[in-house]
């Protein structure tokens, strides 16, 4: 199974402000994945991060709030852009490996305050 | 669209068995998986079911009935270090995850 390395593993932000998540795989991996985890509630997918191409982004999530690279197989990075205090949460990187929707391995999240 | 049902919360005794039901909707099925997550921690993989019935791993197991959307995740010898949230999560385009049960144990 992939070893993900994320960071940073948690901040606390200025309201307005961006921040840079990192997420490393130990392997090159098709599929890369950012989930966000709000208070008390599940995981909820952003979007696909694609290698070559623009990220494929889900319901209720914008490029412009979420930009996402993926320059390598190994290697993705998700900003949160202007942040407000709603913005609060875990995010998660994620891989899977085979076929789309199988078993996730998860980084160990990055917990982010905006104040 | 896609649409996952498990209990909130759920209470128990240590040494005791607890049920965990997952019943789900979904456009597209590769497997419905278990994962394990104990607070301020990432989810952990804990099983997975294709097929219909029990699949077993040591105090954990994992049952499937695609006919009826249903699985459970059955936990015996329960140990206060098993007190988390238990996600269910569905395959299918892509991973769908419910919303958790937080278990508690208690001594």
């Known amino acids: 199974s992939a070893v993900i390395s994320q960071k940073p593993s948690r901040d606390i932000c200025q309201r307005g402000t961006s921040l840079t998540i990192q997420c490393q795989v130990d392997?090159?991996?098709?599929?890369m994945f950012w989930y966000r985890q709000q208070p008390g509630q599940s995981l909820t997918l952003i979007a696909t991060a694609n290698q070559g191409s623009e990220a494929t982004y889900e319901s209720g999530f914008v490029i412009d709030k979420f930009p996402i690279s993926r320059p390598n197989l190994t290697f993705s990075t998700l900003t949160v852009s202007n942040m407000s205090p709603e913005d609060s949460s875990i995010y998660l990187c994620?891989?899977?490996?085979?076929?789309?929707?199988?078993?996730?391995?998860f980084g160990q999240g990055t917990r982010l305050t905006v104040v | 669209g896609q649409n996952i049902d498990q209990p909130t919360e759920m209470t128990a005794t240590e040494g005791a068995i607890v049920q965990i039901n997952c019943t789900y909707q979904t456009s597209g099925f590769n497997g419905l998986f278990w994962y394990q997550q104990h607070a301020g921690e990432a989810p952990t993989f804990l099983s997975y079911n294709v097929l219909d019935g029990l699949e077993e791993k040591g105090r954990f197991s994992s049952f499937l009935s695609r006919s009826k959307g249903y699985s459970y995740l059955l936990l015996k010898e329960l140990q206060m270090k098993d007190s988390a949230s238990y996600l269910c999560a569905v395959g299918a385009n892509n991973l769908f995850f419910g919303t958790g049960t937080r278990l508690t144990v208690i001594p």
């Open positions: 392997s090159q991996v098709t599929m």
């Open positions: 994620s891989v899977e490996e085979g076929r789309r929707g199988t078993e996730a391995f």
